[in-house]
């Protein structure tokens, strides 16, 4: 699918989606709370889709309306082989849950996830009783044998999804576990994995996360748990705001440790105008400068953070980009070439990103199939000369499935942009 956006003002309001990384965690802990509960609010993008397809081989119920999934113990369906699309963290998360059975399972995906890294997986697993076989590193992984309590120790510099998937599973263990993290990456990512737990009845303790004490033989508390709004998602509309106009977004929690509120630092910092009611976050455009941001812990919001400082005048600094090259695509790479497309000027380092602040003129671009590259190209867009035609633009599907009907919302009627 093609889509086109033109320059345009924008001004309006919308409603975030459901988080994505909640949604995934609350789906996995309904499944191993083994009794009736339920989801409100739940997303339906395809990695959330992904994940109740996972929990259903595994053997749950699962029974879905628009506003609710009621999920109740079932049997596990044939067949040992768990497909996770193209979402990293059901890869990444699943193999220790699934361990718990015993049942020899293979996890599989498709696309880019056939070439993101997951051999961080192998030894703590080993560690833990589970033989665990990945391909040359990377997806499919075959695991067989019990997750058992024990110690290990991980390298979280890749990821912080598998430590998700330890600190689910080992709770229900038999014995108490013990965990030892290095180099722990994206750290707001496990204090919302530990803030669901606490919501499911689980108790860890931790040194600062890099120590993690698991007591064994825990329950997971069946509950109604309501997924929260996704601020990774509202980052776009908010910088479109900031550079084309104003912008609101409903059903965003103040109180979110998700990693990517820091979106409202670095729009501070640029200088767009930031007014927060309750729930609403409202951005407007401002004078926007240049400004240095560290997204080494919120690595999502580097593709809206490149299209914002597009429109900030000065050389924008953005330290992190080491973690990007292991995403839905390389996308510090992805960034670099089609922001230069559209006209603008990105330069790549090591471990930085840098943007000068220069008009667009728009042109032809490629998400490279990734729904991040596809929205921050959207919202470059806005600001650009002639518009922009973004292909393979339904990738949007793997976060935010209704992101061109949103943003249609806050572009309809607006004037032509006069930058
Ligand atoms: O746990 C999660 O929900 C996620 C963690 C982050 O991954 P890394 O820990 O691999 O950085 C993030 O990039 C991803 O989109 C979602
Ligand atoms: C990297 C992402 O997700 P995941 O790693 O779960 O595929 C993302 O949503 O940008």
Redesign the pocket.
């Known amino acids: 699918m093609e889509k086109f956006i033109r320059p345009a003002a924008i001004d309006g309001q919308i409603t975030a989606p459901p988080s994505?990384?909640d949604m995934?965690?609350a789906v996995a802990a309904a499944y191993l709370t083994h009794a009736e509960c339920e989801i409100l609010r739940p997303s339906d993008c395809d990695d959330a889709l992904a994940a109740l397809n996972i929990v259903k081989t595994l053997g749950a119920d699962v029974e879905r309306t628009s506003e609710r999934i009621r999920f109740a113990p079932g049997n596990r369906q044939p067949g040992s082989v768990l497909d996770c699309g193209e979402s990293?963290?059901c890869i990444r998360m699943f193999p220790s849950i699934a361990a718990l059975s015993g049942a020899a399972t293979t996890l599989t995906g498709r696309g880019s996830l056939l070439k993101r890294p997951i051999a961080m997986i192998e030894q703590p697993l080993r560690d833990l009783n589970v033989a665990c076989e990945t391909t040359n590193g990377l997806p499919p992984v075959s695991i067989r044998g019990q997750l058992h309590a024990g110690i290990t120790t991980i390298d979280a510099s890749?990821?912080?999804?598998f430590l998700?998937g330890l600190l689910m599973a080992l709770p229900l263990c038999d014995g108490d576990s013990e965990i030892i993290v290095t180099n722990l990456?994206?750290k707001p990512?496990i204090e919302?994995?530990l803030q669901l737990l606490r919501a499911f009845g689980i108790t860890i303790e931790h040194d600062a996360l890099t120590r993690f004490r698991i007591p064994g033989r825990q329950r997971y508390r069946a509950t109604s748990y309501q997924v929260e709004g996704d601020w990774?998602g509202a980052a776009f509309p908010l910088v479109a705001g900031a550079i084309a106009g104003r912008a609101s977004v409903a059903n965003l929690r103040q109180d979110s440790c998700q990693?990517d509120k820091a979106i409202l630092n670095a729009l501070r910092a640029a200088g767009a105008l930031v007014q927060i009611a309750e729930d609403v976050v409202t951005v407007s455009k401002g004078d926007l400068t240049a400004f240095e941001f560290d997204a080494t812990d919120c690595?999502?919001i580097f593709p809206p953070l490149v299209a914002l400082a597009t429109y900030c005048q000065g050389k924008t600094v953005i330290h992190g980009a080491q973690?990007l090259q292991v995403?839905e695509s390389d996308r510090g790479l992805a960034l670099l070439q089609e922001f230069t497309k559209m006209g603008g000027r990105v330069t790549l380092h090591e471990k930085r990103i840098e943007i000068y602040g220069n008009p667009l003129d728009g042109g032809m671009v490629d998400s490279h199939n990734d729904h991040r590259i596809a929205m921050a190209c959207a919202v470059a867009a806005l600001g650009s000369n002639r518009g922009v035609r973004i292909q393979q633009a339904e990738c949007v599907a793997k976060s935010y499935p209704d992101f061109f009907q949103d943003f249609g919302m806050l572009t309809s009627n607006q004037p032509q942009f006069a930058p």
């Not at 890749?158 to 999804?161: A, G």
């Open positions: 994505k990384s995934l965690r990293g963290l890749t990821t912080s999804q998700t990456a994206s990512y919302m994995t990774s990693a690595p999502d973690r995403k």
